[in-house]
Nanobody
Framework: QVQLVESGGGLVQAGGSLRLSCAASGRTFFSINTMGWFRQAPGKEREFVAAINWRGVRTYYADSVNGRFTISRDNAENTSYLQLNSARPEDTAVYYC????????????????????WGQGTQVIVSL
C-alpha cells in the first residue's frame, strides 16, 4: 500500500504562484514510477494536469497549464511537486496527486483510471 498526502493549497490572487506537494509513504520503493496531478473543479469532471516519470526526464502537461505549471519530483523524499505560476481563476479546483507502479507513457498518463493510488486532494482557489 502507498499513502499520498497533498499539501500547499490555498487562496492565491490571479497572476500569483503556489507550490503543491504530494508526499508518498508506505511501499514506495516498489510502487511508484509515474507521478501525476489531476484537478476537479465544482461541477466538472476530474481532469489531467501534469505527470512525470521516475527519472524526472519525461513530463507531460495539459494544454491549459503548459508553460505556467511545472511538475517535479524528489525521489529521495518520495515527493512530487506542482508549481503553479501565473494562476488564473479557472485553475480553481481540488488538486489530487496519483501514482502508478509503472511508467504509463504519453498515451496513458492522462487517464486517471490508470493510476494505482490517490491522495485526498488539496483545494486551490484563485481570486481575481
Amino acid at each position: 500500500q502507498v499513502q499520498l498526502v497533498e499539501s500547499g493549497g490555498g487562496l492565491v490572487q490571479a497572476g500569483g504562484s503556489l507550490r503543491l506537494s504530494c508526499a508518498a509513504s508506505g511501499r514506495t520503493f516498489f510502487s511508484i514510477n509515474t507521478m501525476g496531478w489531476f484537478r476537479q473543479a465544482p461541477g466538472k469532471e476530474r481532469e489531467f494536469v501534469a505527470a512525470i516519470n521516475w527519472r524526472g526526464v519525461r513530463t507531460y502537461y495539459a494544454d491549459s497549464v503548459n508553460g505556467r505549471f511545472t511538475i517535479s519530483r524528489d525521489n529521495a523524499e518520495n515527493t512530487s511537486y506542482l508549481q503553479l505560476n501565473s494562476a488564473r481563476p479557472e485553475d480553481t479546483a481540488v488538486y489530487y496527486c496519483g501514482v502508478a507502479s509503472r511508467w504509463l507513457g504519453e498515451g496513458l498518463v492522462r487517464e486517471g483510471g490508470r493510476y494505482d493510488y490517490w491522495g485526498q486532494g488539496t483545494q486551490v482557489i484563485v481570486s481575481l
